[in-house]
């Protein structure tokens, strides 16, 4: 059957959200659609559920796998793809009745490879728009390009506000990168972006985001092992195809990337430590500032880097200069100390 859309849903262990999820995909007033459900090595009744839907409906195919992460799970999904448009979506997330039929009624009408919605949160009904210019069709450089700060705003990270033209990503081999456990998203994202000549973004909050169900969020999520190797290696890919599209010659997304890794993947890392089984210790602090992202951003950003308050502002320059110990002792006593300690800590080797 020719389906007009794939929906993809990557699954590990959902099984208290799941039921909502799959009746709010089927419900939907649009019906030509392919439902794919990818039961990633879920050791919960997930895969029994996926089971009990696709008896009901033979739009649905389940797909059992062994456990390979998000990444993993999604590239299966695409390889089983038939629909015309790709779409993924979280299973503990739902989305609006019109979700579909939107979509698919605008990406037909401008002929597109990309398109992007809103979204809106649960439980604080906040409705997010993408901050990109609205309304008008681009090529996908120029469109991340008309967002002011794309990467802080995070508007290359959820790719499941999206529709994608398959025959486009299968043209240009787009994939996510199975080597990266947090952050996939931006990079396919990026690349769907960017090999596409025809994108268009729309403000309707037609994907519902719970962030209460997310445990996967990095500010909430308990210690992740490889978390800093997975960013690490997602900032030497945004770079890599930053400078490969001629993204890094505009001074805006140079130095909202820069300011995105020190305010955001910065305190993302030091949370993660705080959530290790085994303490961190000055070294590891060292280690982060000395991480190319970290250096890179701090060069970019120089003397200029906008802080609300002197106390941000000196915080900034400990980690521009290195000052290891101070963020240490900062971070980690208890309770914190005042910022001001930096001024002992200046010049010294740490």
């Keep these: 059957m020719n389906y007009a859309i794939s929906a993809i849903v990557p699954i590990f262990n959902a099984e208290k959200w799941l039921r909502p999820c799959l009746k709010s995909i089927l419900n ?48 299966a999904g695409l390889r089983a793809a038939r629909g015309k448009y790709i779409a993924f979506l979280d299973a503990d997330d739902e989305i609006d009745p019109l979700f579909f039929v939107k979509l698919y009624a605008t990406a037909e009408e401008q002929a597109c490879e990309v398109l992007i919605g809103g979204y809106a949160i649960i439980p604080t009904n906040q409705n ?16 991340i390009l008309s967002a002011a700060s794309v990467h802080s705003n995070n508007d290359l990270c959820f790719s499941w506000r999206c529709l994608f033209l398959r025959t486009s990503l299968e043209t240009n081999k787009i994939q996510f990168n199975e080597g990266l456990t947090v952050g996939e998203d931006t990079i396919f994202h990026l690349e769907a972006l960017l090999t596409a000549n025809r994108v268009y973004a729309i403000p309707d909050p037609l994907y519902i985001h719970n962030t209460i169900n997310n445990l996967n969020s990095l500010i909430r999520s308990p210690y992740k092992q490889y978390l800093e190797d997975s960013l690490v290696l997602q900032y030497q890919l945004r770079r890599s195809i930053s400078e490969k599209f001629g993204l890094l010659a505009h001074d805006h997304y140079r130095k909202d990337m820069a300011s995105y890794h020190i305010q955001t993947i910065l305190a993302i890392l030091l ?62 006593s208890s309770p914190r100390q005042s910022p001001f300690l930096f001024l002992k800590f200046f010049g010294r080797s740490n």
């Design 271 to 332: 949370n993660n430590f705080r959530n290790s089984p085994v303490p961190a210790e000055k070294k590891d602090v060292a280690r982060l500032l000395n991480l190319k992202m970290m250096t890179d951003s701090t060069k970019e950003l120089g003397f200029l880097h906008k802080s609300g308050n002197m106390k941000s502002y000196l915080y900034y320059l400990a980690l521009k200069f290195k000052l290891g110990a101070w963020l240490f002792h900062f971070e980690f």
């Design 28 to 75: 939907q007033p649009f019906q030509n659609i392919e439902l794919l459900l990818v039961n990633d090595g879920s050791t919960d009744l997930s895969g029994t559920i996926c089971e009990e839907f696709a008896i009901a409906d033979d739009r649905i195919k389940v797909i059992h796998k062994p456990n390979g992460g998000t990444s993993s799970a999604k590239n």
């Design 128 to 143: 997010v728009s993408p901050c990109f210019r609205l309304h008008t069709v681009m090529n996908g450089k120029d469109l």
